[in-house]
T-cell receptor, first 113, second 113 residues
Framework: DTEVTQTPKHLVMGMTNKKSLKCEQH?????MYWYKQKAKKPPELMFV???????INESVPSRFSPECPNSSLLNLHLHALQPEDSALYLC????????????FGSGTQLSVL | AQSVTQLDSQVPVFEEAPVELRCNYS??????LFWYVQYPNQGLQLLLK??????LVESINGFEAEFNKSQTSFHLRKPSVHISDTAEYFC???????????FGSGTRLQVQP
């Protein structure tokens, strides 16, 4: 299994809603990532987890809250988002670190109304 | 600090023609370099990477890139493109001190029949 699975594929939410994005991999990777990608832009790093511990937070607003319950799962909890947070949210994983190959999921397309 | 510049936002080319997508990087220390491809409505896939050793690296689908330290470049080439190569291509860099990729702004390769 060489896939990173993200759910849901599409999400529409209001600014007062609470929702969660989920990411799962079964490749034994110990590094997992959240990226945000706006249309026609490159992915921007949000968070990195190494061995289930948060190792990088790229000064992301607190309305985004990551969680790594175990080595296979990565969540991104969303609360009180703004319309400008609408984007494609990509999850990725790698064996030991980013100089190893990153495997990306197909993303969650988020629209905030 | 590390950064990567992709000089062309779009590259239109006819099928079976050669193509070069340009990438220049900036880093004060040694780097690892990557090319990722993103097909419509999908996540990113690793195309090829340079970590060390031979400066010419190849992918399984006919792309190659050459690491040029003196020119700080890592241009991507293919001698004959196919319609199916139409996608967004991202150059990415990581230096040996940082733990996450920095992506370039992307180049849209549009292969025309």
């Amino acid at each position: 299994d060489t896939e990173v699975t993200q759910t849901p594929k599409h999400l529409v939410m209001g600014m007062t809603n609470k929702k969660s994005l989920k990411c799962e991999q079964h490749m034994g990777h110990r590094a997992m990532y959240w990226y945000k990608q706006k249309a026609k832009k490159p992915p921007e790093l949000m968070f990195v987890y190494s061995y289930e511990k948060l190792s990088i937070n790229e000064s992301v607003p607190s309305r985004f809250s990551p969680e790594c319950p175990n080595s296979s799962l990565l969540n991104l909890h969303l609360h009180a988002l703004q319309p400008e947070d609408s984007a494609l949210y990509l999850c990725a994983s790698s064996q030991m670190g980013p100089n190893e190959k990153l495997f990306f999921g197909s993303g969650t397309q988020l629209s905030v109304l | 600090a590390q950064s990567v510049t992709q000089l062309d936002s779009q590259v239109p080319v006819f099928e079976e023609a050669p193509v070069e997508l340009r990438c220049n990087y900036s880093s004060s220390v040694s780097v690892y370099l990557f090319w990722y491809v993103q097909y419509p409505n999908q996540g990113l896939q690793l195309l090829l990477k340079y970590l060390s050793g031979s400066t010419l690296v190849e992918s399984i689908n006919g792309f190659e890139a050459e690491f040029n330290k003196s020119q700080t470049s890592f241009h991507l080439r293919k001698p004959s493109v196919h319609i199916s190569d139409t996608a967004e291509y991202f150059c990415a860099v990581i230096n040996t001190g940082r733990r996450a990729l920095t992506f370039g702004s992307g180049t849209r390769l549009q292969v025309q029949p």
